[in-house]
């Protein structure tokens, strides 16, 4: 099973369905979901930020927050890399700027970009633990100050507002330039805009419970070649005990295994 095909699949239609959706007047968005008959699915950081910014608890979202919050410990952090609306459209935005290139200049900048990126993550050393001590300032600054800071930079909130002002009014938010923030800080960090969105990194605290839905290597199988951790977004090392709380369940690792030892487990097992 080749999942990158299906996670191509799913995200457009995730960026086309909300384009659809503010088509026609319906409230459905990366950070609005759809609702359950009186409940309605809500973004947990924005849950959080709300309630900070208000120094109240709206009881209305708290059932959709308490479900997102259970989904996630059910699935990790799997909606970073199937339904998220912000990596999808840094996947598509870049496949469709990649596609007008020519091959000798992609083979030029490629290797020059990765190891330049790589030389500033080797000085800063900066990693998740860094980007949740951040955005625990970001949330004490909420508290005090009343403003929803986070919904300035979350990446997911940029692209869905755009898509949904592009599907009403036909224009573009002019905030897409703040995506510069994201982007720019994640050049710093080692897995970079992961270590930065604040969506991310809720749902890999949560995720730090999850035991269900996770690759593994068979080991008589694995010839320890490497390649799996290469593709990895994360940087996890497939073959060793996989930390939740950083894996996005992309199953890159399985699609590139050459020799089929890596798989999808129901439940994670003991090596």
């Not at 960026?15 to 950070?31: D, K, M, Q, R, V």
């Not at 419970?209 to 070649?225: H, I, L, M, Q, Y």
Request: net charge positive; aromatic share 12%.
């Amino acid at each position: 099973m080749r999942y990158s095909k299906i996670r191509s699949f799913v995200g457009t239609a995730i960026l086309l369905g909300i384009f659809a959706a503010a088509f026609f007047g319906y409230p459905l968005s990366g950070c609005n979901y759809l609702p359950v008959s009186y409940i309605r699915l809500f973004c947990p950081v924005g849950f959080i930020e709300n309630s900070l910014s208000s120094h109240s608890i709206a009881w209305k979202l708290l059932p959709g927050f308490l479900i997102v919050c259970t989904l996630v410990l059910l699935w990790g952090r799997a909606y970073c890399s199937w339904f998220c609306p912000a990596t999808h459209a840094k996947s598509k935005s870049l496949g469709f700027i990649a596609a007008f290139l020519p091959n000798s200049l992609k083979r030029r900048v490629g290797p020059k970009w990765r190891a330049a990126r790589q030389k500033i993550v080797s000085k800063t050393r900066l990693e998740a633990k860094d980007g949740i001590a951040l955005v625990l300032g970001g949330a004490v600054g909420i508290a005090i100050f009343h403003y929803p800071f986070f919904c300035l930079w979350c990446p997911i909130g940029i692209i869905s507002r755009s898509l949904v002002e592009l599907a009403t009014h036909y224009t573009l938010r002019s905030e897409l330039v703040l995506l510069v923030v994201p982007l720019g800080l994640g050049l710093l960090f080692k897995s970079g805009w992961k270590c930065l969105c604040p969506v991310g990194l809720f749902r890999g605290v949560v995720a730090l419970g999850n035991r269900s839905v996770v690759p593994s290597v068979a080991p008589d199988t694995c010839k320890a070649c490497g390649k799996c951790e290469k593709v990895c977004p994360s940087e996890i090392a497939v073959t060793k005990t996989i930390n939740t709380m950083e894996c996005i369940k992309c199953f890159k690792c399985v699609d590139t295994c050459p020799y089929h030892a890596a798989s999808v487990r129901l439940f994670r097992t003991r090596r």
